[in-house]
């Protein structure tokens, strides 16, 4: 199957850091745009990041500086390094596949909550 699954969520306090992961698997990834999304509750779905097949990286302008996102084409990993963390920041983060061949894949999602 081509599907994504996120993992690395958790209860960080405020200031604090976190770094997800998604694994790919199907279809040939390294040729994949890929990109994180988030969600908080009451709101609509965000871009987070993207980063092209070559490793061109986009941010939202909210999160530039904070967050940095990579990719292991070798290990089909997509990631998202979070630092400075605050409360606005808790959400449902998701990772996006674009293939060629199967569309748009997301994944489920992991949950990141910033609290004291």
């Known amino acids: 199957q081509v599907q994504l699954v996120e993992s690395g969520g958790g209860l960080v306090q405020p200031g604090g850091s976190l770094t997800l992961s998604c694994a790919a698997s199907g279809s040939i990834f390294s040729i994949d745009t890929m990109g994180w999304y988030r969600q908080a509750p009451g709101k609509q779905r965000e871009l987070v990041a993207s980063i092209t097949s070559g490793g061109i990286t986009s941010y939202a302008d909210s999160k530039r500086g904070r967050f940095t996102i990579s990719r292991d084409n070798a290990k089909n990993t997509l990631y998202l390094q979070m630092y400075s963390l605050k409360p606005d920041d808790t959400a449902v983060y998701s990772c996006?596949?674009?293939?060629?061949?199967?569309?748009?894949?997301w994944g489920q999602g992991t949950q990141v909550t910033v609290s004291s």
């Open positions: 996006k596949r674009v293939t060629a061949l199967y569309g748009t894949i």
